[in-house]
């Protein structure tokens, strides 16, 4: 149910628009372009983790669409997560270390989460081998 969120921003009605004409399965591993740094795509496929760092940024949203099943990813409001480190702003990026729980739901195959600056989450939790797919979306 993508495409309810089209209309938030022009910029994730662009991202929508490229995730229901294409088939992200086919993808390989690495970055792709949709609206130059507007709008891309990182393909991974990352090594799962009982635990993993809380995340966040600023000026891009996060669109974490799962390719296999089984990743889990945890969320709660940004302001919920304590022990942030620094910014870091050539990869928009913030991390913690914090012990907080969110709230956890396991991903099936083409589940997915949408994280705005607003959002903590924190991704790539579970066993074994992911893919996955992070649309990045410049919402600042």
Same mark, same amino acid.
């Given at each position: 149910?993508?495409?309810?969120?089209?209309?938030?921003?022009?910029?994730? #009605?662009?991202?929508? #628009?490229?995730?229901?004409?294409? #088939?992200?399965?086919?993808?390989? &591993?690495?970055?792709?372009?949709?609206?130059?740094?507007?709008?891309?795509?990182?393909?991974? @496929?990352?090594?799962?983790?009982?635990?993993?760092?809380?995340?966040?940024?600023?000026?891009?949203? &996060?669109?974490?669409?799962?390719?296999?099943?089984?990743?889990?990813?945890?969320?709660?409001?940004?302001? *919920?997560?304590?022990?942030?480190?620094?910014?870091?702003?050539? *990869?928009?990026?913030?991390?913690? @270390?914090?012990?907080? @729980?969110?709230? *956890?739901?396991?991903?099936? @195959?083409?589940?997915?989460?949408?994280?705005?600056?607003?959002?903590?989450?924190?991704?790539?939790?579970?066993?074994?081998?992911? *893919?996955?797919?992070?649309?990045?979306?410049?919402?600042?």
């Amino acid at each position: 149910h993508i495409y309810l969120y089209r209309g938030i921003h022009p910029n994730l #009605d662009t991202a929508i #628009d490229f995730l229901v004409k294409n #088939d992200l399965t086919r993808f390989k &591993d690495g970055r792709y372009e949709i609206d130059g740094d507007r709008v891309f795509v990182n393909i991974l @496929s990352p090594q799962l983790k009982n635990e993993n760092s809380w995340e966040a940024h600023s000026q891009y949203a &996060d669109i974490q669409i799962a390719l296999m099943d089984g990743e889990s990813i945890e969320w709660l409001p940004v302001d *919920r997560v304590d022990l942030w480190g620094s910014y870091i702003p050539e *990869r928009d990026i913030k991390l913690s @270390s914090s012990a907080a @729980s969110g709230v *956890r739901y396991t991903l099936k @195959s083409m589940d997915f989460g949408v994280y705005f600056p607003q959002d903590a989450h924190k991704p790539s939790l579970g066993y074994g081998k992911g *893919r996955k797919a992070v649309v990045k979306v410049r919402i600042d």
